[in-house]
């Protein structure tokens, strides 16, 4: 069965203070690893998509990077604006659906 | 461009009532998919329309849910006697099959 875990469940980060949340997943062939961003009463919105071990995309101060077993999402410098829920999920090869993790929340003060 | 939009964004219901959730995904996108999230967990699929396929119904909770696409385009969800165990977030998204799911803002429906 596919799973995806994410840890921390929550995170406080000082504005400026870089970290990286984590994506554990297993699955039987992955067709893309997806990152979201959710915030409070919103649906998810897209950042990025990580298709094999080794990719890395960036989008702002967030990098994504991939390895056979786990995904992580660095974010450098964060402002207050990051503060959000990011939730990982994978889709396997051949299937329709994202199986999703239940997320990091994340708040950034100032 | 215009994104996924759902209406209404909230629902309020008593339990036994039937109601129906409506999702326009994004203009030309063949895939539509409604997923639920409770309150602590992780989004759950629900079920995945792809062009004039079949459609997937595997995440379907119980046969009280169903769910139409029509004309390849607009799609309805609908619980049948709701309970409040069905309370939740109901999203839906759109793509071009097999890759990057685009959301809606959700549907909030709460059953008293």
């Known amino acids: 069965e596919d799973q995806v875990t994410q840890s921390p469940e929550a995170l406080r980060l000082q504005e400026g203070e870089s970290s990286s949340l984590n994506c554990s997943y297993t699955v039987s062939g992955l067709r893309g690893l997806f990152w979201y961003r959710q915030d409070p009463g919103k649906g998810p919105e897209f950042l990025f998509t990580?298709?094999?071990a080794g990719e890395e995309k960036e989008k702002e101060r967030l990098k994504a990077t991939l390895t056979k077993k786990e995904s992580f999402l660095h974010i450098t410098a964060p402002k207050p604006e990051d503060s959000a829920t990011y939730l990982c999920a994978l889709l396997r090869g051949g299937g329709n659906k994202l199986t999703f993790g239940t997320g990091t929340q994340l708040k950034v003060e100032l | 461009g215009a994104g996924v939009s759902q209406s209404p964004s909230n629902k309020v219901t008593e339990k036994g009532k039937d109601v129906e959730l409506r999702c326009d995904p994004i203009s030309g996108h063949t895939a539509l998919y409604w997923y639920r999230q409770s309150l602590g967990q992780g989004l759950e699929f629900l079920i995945y329309f792809q062009g004039n396929s079949a459609p997937d119904k595997s995440g379907l909770p119980s046969d009280r849910f169903s769910a139409e696409r029509t004309g390849g385009s607009v799609s309805t969800l609908t619980i049948q006697r709701t309970q409040q165990e069905d309370s939740a977030v109901y999203l839906c998204a759109s793509g071009l099959g097999g890759e990057t799911q685009y959301f809606g803002p959700g549907t909030r429906l709460l059953v008293l």
């Open positions: 990580l298709y094999s």
